[in-house]
């Protein structure tokens, strides 16, 4: 069975060479759902409890919200950081509370300090979707991602792969040593 929910991310990128409207720096309000299965946990009868998927999708993702995305050759790249060194906010600033960890992996790259994520290849839904499925898979049991932003759309399935240890009194996958992070739960 599958657990299923939604996160809501704003951004703003543009499509490097692209011959159209998109070429153009802009904004997108994009929707992530994403599918996690497993059995059903009996003591809690659910999969996997979905506030706790968009909690652990969150500390990833929440540095593509209110971000700028931009590919690694963009020409507008290194001009908007030395916008925002001359601003003084390019190693952050107090106001800056939305920060996720940083992370670099072979597709993107997240510089939370200043709202700004590197990618390697032109953000699109399907762009994203990869990203996210890279970030995610070892934290999450996904066997479906779909983004949608504006009129675009895409999704991809992913084989289930493992059975998450989880928690019989509220859900959520035991740590490494087998405790419940959430409630305190031991196996």
């Known amino acids: 069975m599958r657990s299923i929910t939604k996160i809501e991310l704003q951004y703003a990128h543009r499509f490097l060479n692209f011959k159209g409207e998109a070429q ?25 409890p979905c506030n706790e ?11 593509f919200d209110h971000a700028l995305i931009l590919r690694e050759d963009d020409p507008l790249l290194p001009a908007i950081l030395d916008v925002y060194e001359k601003q003084g906010i390019r190693s952050g600033a107090p106001t800056n509370k939305m920060k996720g960890e940083a992370f670099k992996t072979e597709l993107a790259t997240a510089y939370p300090e200043c709202r700004l994520v590197v990618t390697k290849e032109t953000m699109t839904v399907e762009g994203m979707i990869k990203i996210v499925y890279e970030l995610l898979k070892d934290k999450l ?26 928690c019989p009194l509220c859900g959520i996958a035991l740590n490494e040593n087998g405790v419940c992070p959430k409630c305190g739960y031991r196996k």
Do not use: C
């Not at 998927?53 to 540095?63: C, E, H, P």
């Not at 049991?141 to 989880?166: H, M, Q």
């Open 24 to 48: 153009y720096l802009h904004g997108h309000t994009g929707v992530l759902t994403i599918e996690v299965e497993d059995t059903i946990e009996p003591g809690v009868n659910m999969v996997f």
């Open 53 to 63: 998927i968009q909690k652990t999708a969150w500390d990833v993702l929440k540095n």
């Open 141 to 166: 049991n996904i066997v479906k991602l779909t983004f949608t932003s504006g009129v675009n759309a895409a999704s991809e399935e992913y084989p289930s792969t493992k059975s998450i240890d989880r």
